[in-house]
């Protein structure tokens, strides 16, 4: 009886989950280190093309095939929404009508939303978080500064809202990632078996 329950409970504990949105000219070390160390984590991560579920194009020429497009994947609920710099992805990103609709819920829902580099400029065409404190690229300080409490932290956290500022605190990002949604255990775990 006893190990029919434990493996009961187990099979009842839902897995959490994250939406990394991916548009042309996204940055691909934000893309896919974030990925891999929530799928280390343990998290179900979906890559959703903002176009389609084409190959997209990076910054840097490297090539992602999402999981699927955005339109498949929106209809879903997320744990976190995450958003990769890189300044062409996040310009599309702003532009987006799709991912308007998806931060606003996720928002109004009280649920993660991370950006990182040039991505909280997406966040602020969207209207998501302002007042609150964020990071970015270097480059953004003076236009996000308008609508939020900028910091220059590796990582900001507040509410709902985790930031980062560029390929290099991308690691540090995702684990807040983790963090967040699995416990700090199992985020020191996973940076320890990564020698960070």
Do not use: W
């Not at 929106?74 to 799709?98: E, F, N, Q, R, T």
């Not at 964020?134 to 509410?159: H, Q, R």
Request: overall charge negative; glycine content about 10%.
């Amino acid at each position: 009886l006893i190990h029919f329950y434990k493996r009961d409970r187990k099979n009842l504990v839902r897995k959490m989950s994250a939406l990394v949105l991916l548009a042309t000219g996204a940055e691909e070390m934000e893309t896919v280190i974030t990925v891999d160390v929530l799928r280390r984590g343990g998290v179900q991560v979906t890559v959703a093309g903002l176009e389609s579920a084409d190959p997209v194009k990076c910054s840097r020429d490297v090539m992602i095939v999402p999981d699927k497009s955005l339109d498949d994947a929106a209809g879903d609920s997320y744990d976190v929404i995450i958003l990769p710099g890189g300044a062409g992805g996040a310009k599309a990103l702003a532009a987006s009508d799709k991912v308007k609709s998806l931060l606003e819920a996720q928002d109004a829902a009280g649920k993660l939303i991370a950006a990182i580099c040039a991505a909280p400029t997406a966040l602020q065409a969207h209207g998501i978080g302002k007042g609150k404190s964020v990071t970015s690229y270097p480059a953004f300080k003076e236009a996000l500064s308008a609508d939020y409490n900028y910091t220059e932290s590796m990582v900001e956290v507040d509410g709902n809202l985790i930031t980062s500022r560029g390929p290099g605190t991308a690691v540090d990002f995702a684990l807040k990632i983790v963090n967040k949604l699995k416990g700090e255990e199992t985020a020191i775990k996973i940076g320890e078996a990564m020698l960070v």
